[in-house]
């Protein structure tokens, strides 16, 4: 079995949510450099993955997993490998009869300090879970991962290290090594029962405060281009709300 070098939550160009100034593609090339052997891209609400895409990574040698950081009951929640189209973005509860060997349902950033945090619904909800989040955007003194470690602890969780990247300079602050065959479903099992090491390292405060200032300033550009071009959006709006870049 291999160490496999992982980033299993990172938001590209596509991502309707966000302004992010690298497409799926350029993810990739950067993450082979870096030398990443598993990426999902993970955009909210909304499901980048394609045959294209997967041959793509895999001529680079990195394995594509399907993902995206759906908003359920309002709260973030990573999926990967699973149909998307049967989320329902109501009720984080009924993720339980989607759950499946193959695929994987992680807490995002559950108690950082956003009101699209699980907080206490990661607890209310412990068994729809599979992992929790480890997110880069901590620094020594200021580390929201605090209590996702304690919960992870508490119920036998598995942690998995992520960048959550917006942003090219969030990418390699966080990742896991997993220790898998480098097979989606493989990766899957071993991050489920925890074949995870998470390489990380703290954010100068500087970027901690940088990082969420420059991702709120490009929102309100992007907000700005989606108020005056309202039409070309309503597509992206309907409750389901998945598959809309697919
Ligand atoms: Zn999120
Ligand atoms: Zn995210």
Redo the contacts with the bound molecule.
């Keep these: 079995m291999h160490l496999l070098k992982a980033d299993l939550?990172?938001?590209t160009s596509e991502d309707p949510e966000?302004l992010i100034c690298y497409s799926s593609t350029d993810l990739i090339d950067m993450a082979r450099e870096l030398g990443y052997e598993v990426l999902a891209i993970?955009?909210?609400n909304s499901s980048a993955y394609s045959a294209y895409l997967r041959d793509y990574a895999r001529e680079r040698g990195i394995i594509l997993i399907p993902g995206m950081?759906a908003t359920i009951q309002g709260r973030?929640v990573?999926i990967y490998n699973m149909d998307f189209s049967t989320v329902s973005r109501s009720s984080i509860a009924s993720l339980e009869t989607l759950k499946r060997p193959d695929n994987l349902i992680v807490a995002?950033?559950p108690y950082f300090p956003s009101r699209v945090a699980l907080r206490g619904l990661l607890k209310k909800h412990i068994q729809v879970f599979d992992a929790v989040e480890l997110?880069h955007l901590y620094s020594r003194t200021v580390d929201f991962n605090r209590r996702a470690r304690r919960v992870s602890k508490e119920y036998g969780l598995p942690m998995l290290g992520?960048s959550?990247?917006?942003q090219r300079r969030q990418l390699h602050t966080t990742y896991s090594l997993i220790e898998a065959d480098p097979e989606p479903e493989a990766v899957i099992q071993a991050v489920k029962e925890g074949r995870v090491k998470i390489v990380s390292r703290p954010l100068s405060l500087a970027d901690l405060v940088r990082i969420p200032t420059k991702m709120g300033w490009r929102n309100q550009v992007l907000n700005r281009f989606i108020s005056s071009n309202g039409k070309m959006w309503t597509a992206l709006e309907g409750p389901g709300g998945h598959g809309k870049k697919a």
């Design positions: 939550h990172i938001h966000d993970t955009n909210h950081e973030h990573l995002a950033h997110c992520t959550d990247a917006h």
